[in-house]
Nanobody, 123 residues
Framework: QVQVEESGGGLVQAGDSLRLSCATS????????MGWYRQAPGKEREFVAR????????NYADYVQGRFALSRDRVENKVYLQMNSLKPEDTAVYYC????????????????WGQGTQVTVSS
């Protein structure tokens, strides 16, 4: 079974930066895309960012555009989410997801999900 593990969350002040990492392991896994979602207390899970492992094309939610940057390691099947100029409203559990090469699920769906890492931004 493929495992997805996020790391790098923590408690920071508004305006600070964090870098989240997402690593995959187990099986003969090769990612075609990986993405990030987040869920704040009392709110629905929302899209943050996505990257294609074939083209490197990234997509970002409007509220993180210009502040967050997503990069990939194609060999290790890892992604890094650089988060700058953090705001209190960025406080949430951040979840990483991976789509495997050859997946028959929907093009924007994911096969594997991590357990999340907490990001807390104080004012």
């Amino acid at each position: 079974q493929v495992q997805v593990e996020e790391s790098g969350g923590g408690l920071v002040q508004a305006g600070d930066s964090l870098r989240l990492s997402c690593a995959t392991s187990g099986g003969t896994f090769s990612a075609s895309a990986m993405g990030w979602y987040r869920q704040a207390p009392g709110k629905e899970r929302e899209f943050v960012a996505r990257i294609s492992f074939t083209s490197g094309i990234t997509n970002y939610a409007d509220y993180v555009q210009g502040r967050f940057a997503l990069s990939r390691d194609r060999v290790e099947n890892k992604v890094y989410l650089q988060m700058n100029s953090l705001k209190p409203e960025d406080t949430a559990v951040y979840y990483c997801a991976a789509r495997r090469s050859g997946s028959n699920i929907g093009v924007y769906d994911y096969d594997y999900w991590g357990q999340g890492t907490q990001v807390t931004v104080s004012s």
